[in-house]
């Protein structure tokens, strides 16, 4: 798909998103917007079900300058199942429109140390923590404990993303935060009908207070009122 400009549910720190790879993403997460969309939509599905793939055409497009970009927001770049070739094309794509600040989130951040070498000098790293608990039935990724564990090692400049939130265990959910250190963190709620174990009103307003309270530049995406208004 070409560079196109952010919208929607999309972070507001960013400006724009581009995803290179097609395929199915191997963690499998029941609450997967791009694959529900892949199984209603003829379109969607011609791209995002079957082999982890780079879609024609995708290292072409170009970036610009001065821009904020999500790169594959639509999956994975660093999941167990996305071969090292895919990755160094899609990176030495990236490095080459220097003059922009690029955004990657992964479940697997453990595979990130592979790949310092070879970002684009202006980035940022990210993490997908949906719960301190057990997520077996949930998704097929790394742990959360896993997850943690890299992060809390990675160099440089890194952001935690709790979306979508699931129940947890406040005072240890803020331990593993404190521990990332992260630039800032962001907590969003499901945005579909997926059913999902969620935590009380109460849990998050004291996860809230006490993010705020040791200073993490906590950033609220709106579809966390639905979990406030129940």
């Known amino acids: ?18 995803s290179h790879l097609g395929g199915k993403c191997s963690h499998e997460c029941v609450y997967c917007y791009v694959q529900d969309m892949a199984t209603r939509f003829p379109v969607m599905r011609e791209k995002y079900l079957g ?10 497009v170009k970036y610009g300058k001065d ?5 594959e927001h639509c999956n994975d770049l660093f999941a167990s199942s996305v071969s090292g070739d895919l990755i160094a094309s899609i990176l030495a794509h ?7 600040t690029y955004v990657f989130q992964t479940k697997n951040p453990e595979r990130y140390f592979s790949w310092l070498r070879d970002m684009p000098e202006n980035h940022i790293l990210g993490v997908t923590i949906e719960t301190n608990r057990c997520m077996a039935n949930i998704s097929k990724a790394p742990s959360p404990e896993l997850r943690v564990e890299a992060m809390v090692e990675l160099p440089g400049r890194k952001f935690v993303t709790i979306e979508p ?4 265990d406040v005072d ?7 521990a990332i250190d992260p630039e800032f963190l962001n907590l969003g709620a499901d945005s579909k009908d997926n059913y999902l174990p969620e935590p009380t009103v109460e849990k998050i307003s004291q996860l809230v207070q006490k993010l705020k309270k040791l200073g993490i530049d906590l950033r609220e995406k709106h579809n966390l009122q639905r979990l406030k208004l129940k």
């Open 1 to 18: 798909m070409p560079l196109n400009k952010s919208k929607g549910n999309m972070y507001s720190f960013v400006t724009h998103t581009h």
């Open 51 to 60: 082999s982890i793939r780079i879609l024609d055409k995708e290292l072409s």
């Open 67 to 71: 821009k904020t970009i999500f790169i």
């Open 94 to 100: 990236c490095c080459g429109w220097p003059k922009n």
């Open 165 to 168: 939130v699931l129940d947890f």
């Open 172 to 178: 240890v959910l803020v331990d593993w935060i404190c």
